[in-house]
């Protein structure tokens, strides 16, 4: 089942014996688990009928002992396992599993983990019960996520707006999330929509000097603002680490290659192949224009190169900075 769908059932009160939630990304597990705490008893309920257990605390019969108590005057009972990943034989939970109470919701969380398919635990979760894969995004597809989840609250951002928050916070859903309700709470009175000018004054990200409008300032050719960058960059090496440069431009660069060799070159094709918001396909478009196969080819070499001589092979006394400075003159020159 989908994180969409879970949820949507719960809203519609179609409860599942067991969730069992697993997986790297704890965002979506921590959401699910959240929203059955808060909403499958009423607070007067709660408090006989919702037990948290965590799995440093517990052995697998202690699992199934809270999952075979009954309700005490309501409908069921919620039981919660927080870090069940630190549970010794999890797969003996198979003998509940196998003939659970209705009357209980047992969540497991089971993070950073998965279940071995070959087992009969995941077999019989996965044919009775919700058995949900909580998967890290791609960070090419953060800034959708980042969209999509305003807009479930009203809100919506800009393009760059959604692009600059996944470079400064990368696919941490949960840090983004804390982010974005800190913009809303902080947007002026009846403003629905975020920008980077938002982000910059209240997240601390700066709007002029960072990777993508190095990336544009690349794109146009713009010397001067692409040293300006530079230089800012090579006095704030903590804020903006060349690891995180250099990965940037190679994606770039090498989408721009891609784009070269696409039979259809529509606005939504390229937007698809390159795995990219359509807003930004004209970068790639004019990008194309101005550094031809052979140049990108050549970037791409350059960006190998320099980023082995940040790790000390070929160059042990060149700051990161100066090797930025250096990697620029050769994309331009």
């Known amino acids: 089942m989908t994180f969409d769908s879970i949820l949507s059932d719960l809203k519609q009160k179609k409860y599942a014996p067991i969730y069992f939630l697993m997986g790297d990304e704890p965002y979506f597990i921590d959401r699910i688990t959240d929203y059955i705490a808060a909403n499958v008893l009423s607070e007067a309920d709660k408090a006989f009928n919702q037990s948290v257990l965590y799995g440093k605390d517990v052995d697998i019969a202690s699992v199934i002992n809270a999952a075979k108590r009954f309700p005490m005057m309501a409908d069921y009972q919620v039981v919660i396992i927080k870090e069940a990943q630190n549970i010794g034989n999890i797969d003996d939970l198979v003998y509940y599993a196998d003939n659970p109470l209705n009357s209980t919701l047992l969540v497991i969380n089971f993070k950073y983990k998965k279940l071995d398919k070959r087992k009969k635990l995941y077999k019989v979760l996965e044919k009775n ?10 960070e090419d597809r953060v800034p959708d996520w980042i969209t999509k989840y305003l807009k479930t609250k009203g809100f919506d951002i800009q393009p760059t707006g959604a692009l600059l928050l996944t470079e400064f916070l990368g696919s941490d859903l949960s840090k983004i999330s804390m982010e974005l309700e800190k913009l809303i709470i902080t947007l002026p009175e009846g403003e629905k929509l975020i920008s980077p000018v938002h982000i910059e004054e209240n997240i601390g990200i700066s709007k002029d000097f960072n990777n993508i409008e190095l990336q544009q300032a690349l794109i146009k050719r713009d010397h001067l603002k692409a040293f300006r960058i530079v230089d800012h960059f090579a006095q704030n090496q903590k804020s903006n680490p060349f690891p ?51 140049k990108a080819v050549s970037i791409i070499s350059a960006l190998r190169e320099y980023d082995l001589k940040s790790k000390g092979v070929g160059s042990l006394s060149s700051t990161p900075g100066d090797l930025l400075k250096e990697l620029i003159f050769k994309i331009l020159n």
């Not at 359509?278 to 790639?284: I, R």
């Open 129 to 138: 019960h919700v058995l949900f894969e909580s998967k890290r995004l791609y």
């Open 244 to 294: 995180v440069t250099i990965a940037m431009l190679y994606s770039f660069f090498n989408k721009i290659l891609v784009y070269y060799f696409l039979q259809d070159k529509s606005k939504m094709s390229v937007a698809s192949a390159l795995k990219i918001n359509p807003y930004f396909v004209s970068d790639y478009q004019r990008g194309a224009s101005i550094y031809p196969p052979k």
